[in-house]
């Protein structure tokens, strides 16, 4: 897909996947990112296979090779110019560190709906602040398996659409870093497999459902009010 060797991208300033723009966390300023009420003693709400809430857990604790079905979202942040926000997981993240991945993810806490949750994992993730307006449904089914090192994920994980006019300041604890890249090229080489370092096994399998997605192509038109689509 283009991605870069880490080290030579950041010392010759090179641009790949259609990036226009390449950052690091490390040493950035997080200031603009608000504390994340939940995240210290986070709980993971549990699911039975129909989607009904059967209680909740501890989320590091439950994470391992028979992590229970659970609520979580996935976000793709698009910017005026029609650029997608891709991340890379910080390499002190449990579950897939340093793998490149959507915009933000997370689990809502119990009680909170899940537009709530995607508001506020943006901005602790991303120092990114929006309103319930500017965040769209486009896979509201979407449920996923996946494993990776002993470790299992197992969500029922609705995926939005967010548009923002604002630069992302990321937290280092959550985000190793971003890239704003071009969308259908990075749509058409993450689904032919030509990343040199792999992406998230839940954004490919969401990539083959957001390729040709209408809210998608809205998302990158802003319309004359500048309101998210409907």
Known sequence: MGFADTDRAES???QVLGCEERHSTNGRAV???QADPVVDDELIVLLSDDGRTIGTAPK???HHRETPLHSAFSSYVFDGEGRFLLTRRALSKKTWPGVWTNSCCGHPAPGEDAVSAVRRRLNHELGLSVTAE???PLLPDFRYRAEL??????EICPVFGVRVDAEPVPNPDEVE???WVDWPTFV???LAGRSEVGLSPWALLQLAQLEDHPVVAALRK???SGEAPR
């Open 12 to 14: 010759d300033g090179s």
């Open 31 to 33: 200031d603009r990112i």
């Open 60 to 62: 590091l604790a439950s």
């Open 134 to 136: 500017e965040i769209v």
């Open 149 to 154: 090192d002993g470790i299992v994920e197992n």
């Open 177 to 179: 870093e971003y890239r």
């Open 188 to 190: 058409t080489e993450g």
């Open 222 to 224: 802003p319309s004359p």
